[in-house]
């Protein structure tokens, strides 16, 4: 069975520039979270769906931070315009109806953003 | 709201001895606990969780992790370590209570020592 895939796996940037990163959960997943570490520091929730609805995005930093989920499969997540604050790694991560309870999230390797 | 806290940043274990990697937690509600390991250049994997039931629970690699409720503590432990252990854990927490979402811990970076 694949796993949750993202790309890219390492991306550089210069500040003020967009940047879309992409997440392919397991087939058959609902739920598709976004977390962000930044350098040191713990693992942050940015946001849930649930299928293609927005479940929370109560960890969304800022307007410049735009999360889809198309189709209730792949999402992306795009940075316009980046800041140097931005940089960390963004990881994905999967479950299946039954949320965390009683099974796990399987998450992606992560995207390395640097903003430059 | 919940939090998670692993005091050590750092921890060295020559190879061979047990090793303890530590974790706290708050939460409103009845907890569930999570281990993540990241290996160099590669994602999150799970490594073991506690629900409910047994209070020591089993998970992937040897690791094993002792819930203990009176002191808020979830801590990973291992018998033996060997230097493929080497790796940044996270300590994770998920309330029955709260959003639908995993809130870690900063991480701790084993090394184990040949």
């Known amino acids: 069975e694949a796993g949750v895939t993202q790309f890219p796996s390492h991306s550089v940037i210069e500040k003020g520039q967009t940047v879309t990163l992409r997440c392919d959960p397991i087939?058959?997943?609902?739920?598709l979270y976004w977390y962000r570490r930044v350098m040191g520091k713990e693992i942050k929730f940015l946001l849930h769906f649930v299928k293609e609805s927005k479940q929370d995005e109560s960890g969304m930093p800022n307007n410049r931070f735009l999360a889809e989920r198309t189709g209730g499969t792949y999402s992306t997540l795009k940075v316009q315009p980046a800041e140097l604050e931005d940089s960390g790694v963004y990881f994905c991560?999967?479950?299946?109806?039954?949320?965390?309870?009683?099974?796990?999230?399987?998450f992606g390797q992560g995207t390395r953003l640097t903003v430059v | 709201a919940q939090s998670v806290a692993q005091p050590e940043d750092q921890v060295n274990v020559a190879e061979g001895n047990p090793l303890t990697v530590k974790c706290t937690y708050s939460v409103s509600g009845n907890p569930y606990l999570f281990w993540y390991v990241q290996y160099p250049n590669r994602g999150l994997q799970f490594l073991l969780k506690?629900?409910?039931?047994?209070?020591l629970v089993k998970g992937s690699y040897g690791f094993e992790a002792e819930f203990n409720k009176s002191q808020t503590s979830f801590h990973l432990k291992k018998p033996s370590a060997l230097v493929s252990d080497s790796a940044l854990y996270f300590c994770a927490v998920f309330s029955s209570g709260s959003a639908r979402q995993l809130t870690f811990g900063s991480g701790t970076q084993l090394t184990v020592l040949p």
């Open positions: 991560a999967s479950g299946g109806t039954g949320g965390y309870i009683g099974t796990e999230a399987f």
């Open positions: 087939s058959g997943h609902d739920n």
């Open positions: 506690y629900i409910t039931g047994d209070n």
